[in-house]
């Protein structure tokens, strides 16, 4: 397995109290330079993530899964993208929206990535088709965690106009993220750990 990117070191707090102060990046994560907290446009894009999470692709399929817990933990890494590359092309979706797919590590680890790289001007084009390969759960009893493994489909993104250099895994990479209940979600389930480890996709 290849580690790519750096992994943040502040507390979802300080990055959502501190925007200013968050630093850090990942590799295939550029965004655009600037933010506004209007309500109704804040909503606006959310909607459109959310229509954006039912376009990508979410296999295995909910039948192929073994209960809901699993279809809702694939589901939430879908949507998880789809408001990154919501927040990734417009600039006035706030970064404080990816407390509403993310938690812990994984929300801190975005909320540093967008604002380092809205700061620098990059804006991004074209979507991340995500699929998702594995569901597993992690945790027995009452709020379980889930491991959700998906492959990132980065061909049609640039940044600025320009594709990137993603190196020798390409524009396909695949990743396992931790997704599981927030203490006060009442069940609904968000991405906690982004290892920031990519290795190839399947065929």
């Not at 990816?98 to 979507?127: I, K, T, Y």
């Not at 390409?170 to 599981?180: A, E, K, L, N, S």
Request: charged share 25%; with cysteine; hydrophobic share 35%.
């Amino acid at each position: 397995m290849r580690t790519s990117g750096v992994t943040s070191g502040l507390a979802l707090a300080a990055c959502l109290g501190l925007l200013a102060g968050c630093g850090g990046g990942a590799p295939n994560e550029s965004f655009e330079t600037t933010q506004t907290s209007d309500t109704r446009e804040t909503d606006t894009a959310t909607s459109s993530a959310t229509e954006d999470a039912r376009q990508t692709s979410a296999d295995p399929t909910a039948a192929e899964l073994q209960d809901e817990g699993q279809a809702d933990a694939a589901q939430a890494v879908v949507e998880a993208w789809a408001l990154l590359d919501e927040a990734r092309r417009n600039s006035e979706v706030p970064v404080q929206d990816l407390a509403g797919v993310a938690r812990g590590q994984a929300v801190a680890q975005w909320v540093s990535n967008l604002q380092m790289d809205r700061e620098e001007g990059l804006a991004q084009e074209g979507e991340t088709v995500v699929t998702v390969t594995a569901v597993k759960a992690v945790a027995e009893g009452e709020g379980e965690d889930y491991q959700v493994t998906a492959c990132l489909d980065w061909s049609d993104v640039t940044y600025n106009g320009e594709k990137p250099n993603r190196g020798e895994l390409g524009d396909r990479q695949q990743i396992t993220y931790r997704v599981g209940p927030d203490a006060t979600s009442e069940g609904e389930l968000f991405v906690t750990h982004d290892p920031m480890e990519y290795e190839p996709c399947g065929p």
